[in-house]
């Protein structure tokens, strides 16, 4: 939760806020064999429904973006407003092939993304924040990979693998709730591209805003311009 630690301060006192952690995220777990973002989604509407919550709001980062997608997919009488992050729904299998991404191929993603070294880890700090800290002592990256990496990480290799495997845009159904989309310039891991492919996808509905000078994780290093962006989009009209 405490990637989220600035916007639950900055917006507390305007929503009743859910932070759930996603299936094989923090103690989250299933016995099911689904590993698919459609999957993720249904149980995040399950959690509201046991809740009591009818109609949301749903922010997504990244992996979370892909999931409030099909949120919105899949529920839109609950789902009234949809913020993407760097969310790189519009991703394509070929994109690796074709050298749109720093990566080439799947199981270099994956070590990457799921660092079990401090080298690897090093790697995504560099390619999620413009200033990622540069004297980090070793231990204190070996705990971090211990205690955000570990756990069930045979599982999160199955997340990432259906995220991209067969991935097309044009089997991607278009969602109609209005959208406010959050993209860096430099984005190191899901690149501009796929950010300007999201806002012709989804059209007229569907608002592209860009951040200088932030990576990946724009809304943990750009936190004060993020949360002025995000509540200027859910609480106008």
């Given at each position: 939760m405490w990637q989220w630690s600035s916007q639950i301060r900055a917006f507390r006192g305007h929503f009743n806020l859910y932070v759930p952690d996603l299936i094989f995220f923090g103690?989250?777990?299933?016995?099911r064999p689904e590993r698919t973002e459609l999957f993720q989604a249904q149980c995040v509407m399950k959690l509201m429904e046991n809740l009591g919550v009818t109609k949301f709001h749903v922010v997504g980062v990244s992996y979370g973006g892909f999931v409030v997608y099909r949120l919105a997919q899949l529920y839109p009488n609950a789902v009234q407003k949809l913020t993407l992050v760097a969310a790189g729904v519009c991703l394509e299998e070929k994109d690796m092939e074709e050298g749109l991404l720093k990566v080439s191929d799947l199981a270099t993603a994956r070590s990457i993304l799921l660092?079990?070294?401090?080298?690897n880890l090093k790697t995504l700090?560099?390619?999620?924040?413009?200033?990622a800290p540069?004297?980090?002592?070793?231990?204190?990256?070996?705990?971090?990979?211990?205690n955000m990496f570990a756990d069930r990480r045979d599982?999160?290799?199955?997340?990432?693998?259906?995220?991209?495997?067969?991935?097309?845009v044009s089997d991607l159904p278009v969602i109609?709730?209005?959208?406010?989309?959050?993209?860096?310039?430099?984005?190191?891991?899901?690149?501009?591209?796929?950010g300007n492919r999201l806002k012709?996808?989804?059209g007229d509905g569907a608002e592209l805003v860009l951040f200088k000078d932030a990576g990946h994780a724009v809304h943990v290093e750009k936190s004060a311009a993020f949360n002025n962006q995000l509540k200027k989009f859910l609480l106008g009209s």
């Open positions: 103690k989250s777990y299933t016995t660092p079990q070294t401090t080298a700090m560099k390619l999620s924040f413009v200033k540069k004297m980090v002592p070793s231990c204190l990256l070996t705990d971090i990979i211990i599982e999160r290799v199955e997340l990432v693998n259906h995220l991209i495997a067969g991935r097309k109609h709730q209005k959208t406010l989309i959050i993209w860096v310039e430099h984005d190191q891991i899901f690149p501009l591209e796929l012709r996808h989804l």
